[in-house]
Structures are given as C-alpha cells and as structure tokens.
Antibody, heavy 118, light 110 residues
Framework: QVQLQESGPGLVKPSETLSLTCTVS????????WSWIRQPPGKGLEWIGY???????YYNPSLKSRVTISLDTSKNQFSLKLNTVTAADTAVYYC????????????WGQGTLVTVPS | QSALTQPPSASGSPGQSVTISCTGT?????????VSWYQQHPGKAPKLMIS???KRPSGVPDRFSGSKSGNTASLTVSGLQAEDEADYYC??????????FGPGTKVTVL
C-alpha cells in the first residue's frame, strides 16, 4: 500500500525558508493529489495546500503568498517550501495523499516537527 | 481560529455511544457532501475514519458512522471502546480548492 515519509531540517531560523520533502512509496506519484498539512504543538490541523500530478497547485489563501509545493516524478517525491518563517510556523508538518474535492486525506506520513525559534 | 466548530470534549463509558458535532456554514458543510473525519492518537498522524459525510474506508470499524443535516455534520462512535479515546477532527471542502478544519474534539472513555 502507499506510504509517505517526510524529511527535512527540524530547525529553521526566523525569516529563512522551510523546506520539506515527502517521499511516496508503494505507488506512483503520477496520479492523485498530494497535500501538506500542519499542526502546531497542542493545536489543531491546518491545510497548507496540494499539488496534482500534472503540476497544478492549490494553496490555503492565508499562506498562499509564502508557499510553494512542487513535484519530482523521477524521485516519486513532492516538496514544500515556506518562506519568511516565524515562530508561528513551528508545527508538525504532515504530507498526505488527497482525495479532491472530497477532503479525504489518506494515507498520511508520520509527520516531522519543524521548530522556528522566537 | 478554526472555521468549523466542534465541542472541545466528549465522553462516554465503554459500550455507550458518543456523537461529535461539526458546525460550519452554507458555504462549506452545508454546500457540499465533502466532510471527512479523522482520529488522532497522541503523537500519531491523523487517520481517516469517514469521508464524504458517511463513507467508511476499508478497515474502519462499522462502529463509526457519519451524517449531516444542514450546516452540521456529526460523527457517532457506537459501542465505545478504550482504543477510541483520541482527538477527532472534521474537515470540509469550502469551494475554490480550499478546505476548512475543525479545532478537534477530545473523546474520553470513562
């Protein structure tokens, strides 16, 4: 079955760019939508955006100006870049396959904590 | 601040039922049959329990069921078991390739 795994730095300095990669195994990334979702410590979930295998992207309006999601079909990976980060961007970042528009995110990666010190 | 409203907590004894509400607006929950529910245990990734209001993915016990009336969706857990103790989140499609989330409900098995 499809499995996802996030990777990237666990600490990012304020004003710099957060970069994460999600590696998909057990299936091809050249189908479906692929999404990023985050969860600040002790808080709820926030949808960041998703990318279709064609390369079309859709972002949360509240983050749109700072977010880029891209796809690397040769590596079966998709990536997240969030620029000009602040402490408010500290969160566990999850990647997930997205059922669009059904809001069916499944499966999910295990998540990776990214800390932006204040 | 979350766009959807959920009660912060709910509880029930083993074997009982618990229902969690998820209230949105006529622009999200009320407009589309695209509400999903997720279970999250501490330190774990969320798990899809219900999609499209009432569809149960393969492997999810039939104790979990979903429904919707107007701008409010609901998740019911029947025959409550100890392993059902977790946080539950609702998500709704809000049109224009956008999604809104609820703040989560902590379910306690007494």
């Amino acid at each position: 079955q499809v499995q996802l795994q996030e990777s990237g730095p666990g600490l990012v300095k304020p004003s710099e760019t957060l970069s994460l990669t999600c590696t998909v195994s057990g299936g091809s990334i050249s189908s479906s939508f692929w999404s990023w979702i985050r969860q600040p410590p002790g808080k709820g979930l926030e949808w960041i955006g998703y990318i279709y295998f064609s390369g079309s992207t859709y972002y949360n309006p509240s983050l749109k100006s700072r977010v880029t999601i891209s796809l690397d079909t040769s590596k079966n990976q998709f990536s997240l870049k969030l620029n000009t980060v602040t402490a408010a961007d500290t969160a566990v970042y999850y990647c997930a396959r997205a059922g669009v528009p059904a809001a069916a995110f499944d499966p999910w990666g295990q998540g990776t904590l990214v800390t932006v010190p204040s | 601040q979350s766009a959807l409203t959920q009660p912060p907590s709910a509880s029930g004894s083993p074997g009982q039922s618990v229902t969690i509400s998820c209230t949105g607006t006529s622009s999200d929950v009320g407009a589309y049959n695209y509400v999903s529910w997720y279970q999250q245990h501490p330190g774990k990734a969320p798990k899809l329990m219900i999609s499209e209001v009432s569809k149960r993915p393969s492997g999810v016990p039939d104790r979990f069921s979903g429904s919707k009336s107007g701008n409010t969706a609901s998740l019911t857990v029947s025959g409550l078991q100890a392993e059902d103790e977790a946080d539950y989140y609702c998500i709704s499609y809000a049109g224009s390739n956008n999604y809104v989330f609820g703040p989560g409900t902590k379910v306690t098995v007494l």
